[in-house]
C-alpha cells in the first residue's frame, strides 16, 4: 500500500529523478530528508517530509449517523497492547464502571482481555480513547470524523493528519499520561454536553479538510515537486513554485 499512495504521484514526474524513502511506522527522523508516513512531533523532524501513505488504513473515515446525545454514556477502547501506555490505561480504567477498555488479543493477560468491537460498535459510545501504539494512533482520524468525542493524551507523532496542529480543548480531550483525571474528564463532560458536542463539531470540521480529494491530490504533487526542487534535481518553475513559496 505504501508503494502505490507513492506510485500515484510520483508517475507523474521524471523516472530519473531519486527519492529517500522510509515506509512503514517511522520512530525517529531520518538521517537525511525522506518521504515518511509520520515523524515524532518534537525536535527537529524536517528530515521527516509527510506524505499521504498508508491512506486506506489511516484515513478510513466512515459516515456517522448517530448524534451524541443518542450514544451510551461510556468511555471505549479496543487494541494492541503495543506501548507501555495502553497497558497503563487499561489499569487505571479497570475498576471505573464508565469505562469499556481492553484488548482482544488472546495472547494478553486474562484481566486485559475484552471481545472484539467494530468501529460502528465503538462508535455507539459518546466517548473513544485514543492511544498511540507504535507510532501514531490509527483510530485518531474515524474518531474525529465521527459524532462521537475523542479522549487522548497529547500526540507525540504526527502524519498527513498534522495531528501537531490538533489543540487540545478544541478538537479533542487532553487526558493524563497515566489516566488519572480519566473520571473526572468523563463525569465533567456529562455534565456539560453541549461543551462536549461543540469539541466534536470542531474534530468533525478539521476531518473534512481531507474530504476534498482534488485539493488533496493537488497538495500531494506540490510536496514531491519540492522535494525535487529542494534536493537540487529540477529547477522550480515560478508558476507552480507560487503555490509553495506563498
Same mark, same amino acid.
Given at each position: 500500500m505504501?508503494?502505490?499512495?507513492?506510485?500515484e504521484f /510520483?508517475?507523474y514526474?521524471d523516472?530519473d529523478? =531519486?527519492?529517500d524513502l522510509?515506509?512503514g511506522d517511522?520512530?525517529?527522523?531520518?538521517a537525511?530528508?525522506?518521504?515518511?508516513?509520520?515523524?515524532?512531533?518534537?525536535?527537529?523532524?524536517?528530515n521527516?517530509?509527510?506524505?499521504?501513505?498508508n491512506?486506506? =488504513?489511516?484515513?478510513? &473515515?466512515?459516515?456517522?449517523?448517530?448524534a451524541f446525545a443518542?450514544?451510551?454514556p461510556v468511555?471505549? !477502547?479496543r487494541?494492541e497492547l503495543?506501548?507501555?501506555?495502553r497497558t497503563?490505561l487499561l489499569?487505571?480504567?479497570?475498576?471505573l464502571?464508565f469505562c469499556d477498555v481492553?484488548?482482544?488479543?488472546p495472547t494478553?493477560?486474562?484481566?486485559?482481555?475484552k471481545p472484539y468491537?467494530?468501529?460502528? #460498535?465503538q462508535?455507539?459510545c =459518546?466517548y473513544?480513547i485514543s492511544?498511540e501504539?507504535?507510532?501514531?494512533a /490509527?483510530n485518531?482520524? !474515524?474518531? &474525529?470524523?465521527?459524532n462521537?468525542?475523542c479522549l &487522548?493524551p497529547?500526540p /507525540? %507523532?504526527? /502524519? !498527513?493528519?498534522?495531528?501537531s496542529e490538533?489543540v487540545?480543548?478544541?478538537?479533542?480531550?487532553?487526558?493524563e499520561?497515566d489516566?488519572?483525571?480519566?473520571?473526572e474528564?468523563?463525569?465533567?463532560?456529562?455534565?456539560?454536553?453541549?461543551?462536549?458536542?461543540r469539541?466534536?463539531a470542531a474534530a468533525?470540521?478539521?476531518?473534512?479538510k481531507?474530504?476534498?480529494?482534488?485539493a488533496?491530490?493537488?497538495?500531494?504533487?506540490?510536496?514531491?515537486?519540492? %522535494?525535487f526542487v529542494l534536493?537540487? #534535481?529540477i529547477e522550480p518553475?515560478?508558476?507552480a !513554485?507560487?503555490?509553495?513559496?506563498?
Amino acid at each position: 500500500m505504501y508503494y502505490y499512495d507513492l506510485k500515484e504521484f /510520483t508517475r507523474y514526474f521524471d523516472p530519473d529523478l =531519486r527519492i529517500d524513502l522510509e515506509f512503514g511506522d517511522v520512530a525517529d527522523v531520518p538521517a537525511m530528508p525522506s518521504i515518511v508516513k509520520d515523524r515524532p512531533i518534537a525536535g527537529d523532524n524536517s528530515n521527516g517530509v509527510l506524505f499521504k501513505l498508508n491512506k486506506f =488504513r489511516h484515513f478510513h &473515515m466512515p459516515a456517522d449517523d448517530v448524534a451524541f446525545a443518542d450514544k451510551l454514556p461510556v468511555a471505549v !477502547w479496543r487494541g494492541e497492547l503495543n506501548n507501555p501506555i495502553r497497558t497503563l490505561l487499561l489499569d487505571a480504567a479497570r475498576d471505573l464502571p464508565f469505562c469499556d477498555v481492553g484488548t482482544p488479543k488472546p495472547t494478553a493477560a486474562p484481566e486485559y482481555r475484552k471481545p472484539y468491537l467494530s468501529i460502528d #460498535q465503538q462508535r455507539r459510545c =459518546r466517548y473513544i480513547i485514543s492511544l498511540e501504539g507504535n507510532d501514531v494512533a /490509527t483510530n485518531l482520524k !474515524w474518531i &474525529m470524523s465521527s459524532n462521537s468525542l475523542c479522549l &487522548m493524551p497529547p500526540p /507525540t %507523532y504526527e /502524519t !498527513w493528519f498534522a495531528e501537531s496542529e490538533l489543540v487540545a480543548g478544541v478538537h479533542y480531550v487532553p487526558l493524563e499520561s497515566d489516566f488519572t483525571d480519566l473520571a473526572e474528564r468523563v463525569q465533567y463532560l456529562e455534565r456539560h454536553p453541549t461543551e462536549a458536542e461543540r469539541i466534536v463539531a470542531a474534530a468533525n470540521a478539521y476531518c473534512r479538510k481531507f474530504a476534498d480529494e482534488r485539493a488533496e491530490q493537488a497538495i500531494c504533487l506540490l510536496v514531491l515537486y519540492k %522535494y525535487f526542487v529542494l534536493s537540487g #534535481q529540477i529547477e522550480p518553475d515560478p508558476e507552480a !513554485w507560487r503555490f509553495i513559496s506563498g
